[in-house]
Each structure stands twice: as structure tokens, then as C-alpha cells.
């Protein structure tokens, strides 16, 4: 079972976690999240979108978070929809820039009310912004399915993915944005990718939905990729399946690492004391089952 | 991705999904537990288990059970641990017998106060009264690892898989007792067990209990392992970490053999509309994730 030796897993509970949420989380608790999280072990954040706030309330407070979270040795991405974003992110002093695109047509209709090619173009305008000590971070979401066309195309995916990459990003992470694909998609996909971007450069961002995540990105980890999204206690819904989970949890991330040998400097029962009362204070379901045995063994023992 | 063509999920809600529960559950709900899931496709269940009452109350009403929930299509398999449970289970005629050994001293010692040595003697004796037109699944529990003795040496695993065998039963199943392992794990004891139990003859026993079963299900399936435990809702929770998840859910294995291409013939949306139901009346946590989507997007669409 070959894989690599490290894998960076980037924490992505504070943004992609909290940015449905109706209810807004205050902006001490956010950074307090970032802090505890940051004192697990964790060293990269998906921390705040600089978004339109009548759009997403919940990250109106992003440069606050930002001015008040960042440290040394911490990494926190921004991810910015359009050029008015990408400036308040470089105001904010975000250490990444994230951006994204689906790899459908018509999500990127429903989503930013713009064709493909037009997300594209407006991605490549945004990236002759961004100054050269600042790394950007590329999304392609859909990449394996949409929820209005249905399966994606692996050979577009790889080709956005190659575009993206000439245009100099730093990273490009497939978003399995339903968590409805099972292992042969995700291998028809990656096999493709990789043929443009290397395993060192690609990442996934992987959703739980139908509770294949784990056993995705096992299939991920063969290939070499070495980068991850993952959200403690698995925050965040799926918009698509309500009720229903999102993220895949970074307790059962780093479990499968764990048993795979692969180094990351995680603290789980730490991850998971972090995240249930992070869930708990603010009425939210701690999702993941590694953190749930984590504790409940931590409690038998004392 | 080399998978099997077909594969038999054995239903394991009805015994091991509610043998630990303190409540009892009538034997006309377990029957229509049953008979629902017979009617969504499920074609052989672990039904029921012929134990000491006093030890596990819920199974008292076994004989009922098997009496009641008998017909023609399904496989009805009862668990006996002793001489005196096979003379029940074949007296209440059951259409498969299991017995059950763990691969660890320590286990054996506490579970049923025998070595191992004792306890395989023990299931020789049991096997020389079943009758030949009866198939007969041994299980191997604590497969990879031991609560008590930590990891288990594949190497014993597989020559207890070759004592059973030789001694003629019709499957051999390997139990994942814990739910702690990863997919290395588990390739390294399916490997050793493989090189004296064909895949055809060759299943396996997963729990959930740290979110990790998928993913070890996709390494059995690459190796041709084409029979599976599963529990509708992933009934059943860890008596090594209470709270914690235990069997790994059907509907989520439906949803990965659909994904690999896998014949089984289930009805997933009806399986999680039975388990939702029933884990409902009777106030159990409903553990499938697959399961929570579908309804999801059932009540969606409607």
C-alpha cells in the first residue's frame, strides 16, 4: 500500500465548517477555535471567506478573525470569490489566497451566476493580483458530480486542473463537493489530474455525506496525494442533503494516517476535546466517530 | 479496481445489532425487522443467537424468532456458543449455524473463560454433531486486534482460518472486533488468511467504531472477499467504547458496492426507511450516513 510520508492536513472547520451556519458564531470563539486547533498541532486553516456579507453573515467579521488568529508557524487561507474579496484578504494579511471554480457549467450558474469559461476568466484576473510571496490555492468543486448534471467528466476536470496550474497556483484541490462518490470515482478522476499537476501539488477536499469519504481518500493517498481538507468533528453540512454530513471529520483523518504510518503531529483526543465542546457550546452535532471512541475511551480509563 | 462480480451481505441487525441492548424488543418487531428487510432485498440474516438467557436476555426468544421469521428465500442463521445452544438452534431449525472463537487468548479467556486452544477443541466437538445439509460460518473475531492484547500476529489468524476450514465449514469470517483498524491492518490479515481460504469462502466482520470501515471494506473487495456483515442503520454500538459506533452500516456498503459496480439486488432507501423506523420506536441512535442522505433527498424531492 504505498503512500506518502507526509500529508498536511488544512483545518477547514472555522470556514467551509461554520459558513452555513445561521446563527452567528461570535468572533473570540472563531479565533479561540483557530488557537485551540492551532495548539493540537494544527498548521493549516481554511479560515475565513472574504465574501459578500449580506451573501454569507457569517463571515462578514473575516479580517477580524484574521487580525486576531494569525501567528507564527500558523498558515490561514482566505478564500476570495471575486477581485473586491481578494483585496480585502490581501488588507487582512492572510497567508493564502484561496479561490474556486466548479468544474459544471450549470453549478457555476446557480452558484455565481456565470458560465465556466467565465469563472475562469475571472479566476485568471484575479491571480495577476495576488503578489508573487502570497500561494494561492485553486478549488475545482464538482469534480466528481453535480448535483444538476449528475457525474462529471474527468477529462474536464483535468483540464481545469492544468489551466490552473499553468496560471501558477500553488495548489489544486478537487472538491467532492456531495460526498456521494465511492472509490472508482474518485481513481477515474485523480488518474486523469495527475497526468497535469503533480501528486505533491494536488490536494482533496472531501465530503462525508454518504460515509465513503475515508475509504476515498485512501484511494487519494495511494496515488501521492499529500494534501488534505478536513474539519474537526466534522463541522459543516451539506447544503445539498440536509440533515445529512459534510466534511469528513479530521479525528478520522488522522486515525487513517495514524495507521497508515504517515507523519502529521496531530493531537486527536486533544482535535476531539476541541471540537465536541466547540459543538457543544454552540448546539452543533459532533460528527466524528474516531473523536467519539477517542473520549469515550479517555473516560473509561480515568 | 478489481472487485467481485457478486456479493452477499449478511444482515446482522436482528443478533448482533440488538444483543446488547437493555430493553427488550418484542419478537413480533424483530420478526418485521426481518421480514422488512427480506422484503428490501436482504437475503441472509445473522437472525439470532442461541445463548445462556440468563446471560443475554434479549436473545431468550431466539426459537420464537426463527419460528415466526422463517421463509422461503432467506438464510436464517443462528449463533451458537455451546453444545447445548446447537441442540436449540437446530431444534428451532435454523437454515445456518455460526459458531465463534476469538483469535485471542486473553479474549477467550474473559469472554468464555477458555483458552483458545479450549475454544477452537470446543467448536471441533460442535461441528461433529451439525448435520452436513447445514452450512456452518465460523467467526474469527478480534481478527486484528485484541482489547486485551493489543494487535493481533496475522500469522494465528490464519492458521485458525485453516483449522476451520480443514474442518469443514462453509465460511470462514473474519471479525474486526474493535472497529480500531486501518486498511494496512486489515490487507496484511487478509493476505495471510487468503493463502488457505479462498475469497468465494472468505468474509468479513467490520465495525465503524472509528469511521474507518468503508474504506476497510474497499481493501477486502480488491482481494475478492465476497461476503459481508452488515447492520441496517449500523445497529449494534462497541462494548469496548460505549457510546462509540459499532457495525458498520448496510446502507453504506450498499451504497459503495453500488458505486464499485457490485450486483447485491438491495433496496437502500427502503433498508434506511425500515432501520429509521425501527431504530426510532425503539430509541436508537440511526448510525447510517448513506441512510441519512437518501431520506434526505427523498423528502426533498417530495
Known sequence: MPTP?????TESSPRDGLQSLGAIIPVTDKVALINDLAAAGTVSFDAVSFVNPAAVPQMAD???VVAQAKQPGTHLIGLVPNVRGLEAALEAEVDGIGVLTAASDSFNRHNINATLDQSMARIRSRLSSVPSEIGVRAYVSTATHCP????????RVA????????WGVEEVFLGETLGRATPPDIENVVIEVLKHVGPERLGVHLHDTFGQAIANLVVCLETGISRIDASAGGLGGCPYAPGAGGNVATEDVGWLLNGMGVERGLDLTRVAEVATAFCKKHHLAYRSKTGIALLSARDTEQ
Open 5 to 9: 510520508r507526509t500529508v498536511v492536513i
Open 62 to 64: 473575516a479580517a477580524d
Open 148 to 155: 444538476y448534471e449528475g457525474p462529471t467528466d474527468p477529462a
Open 159 to 166: 483540464s481545469l486542473a492544468a489551466q490552473l496550474s499553468e
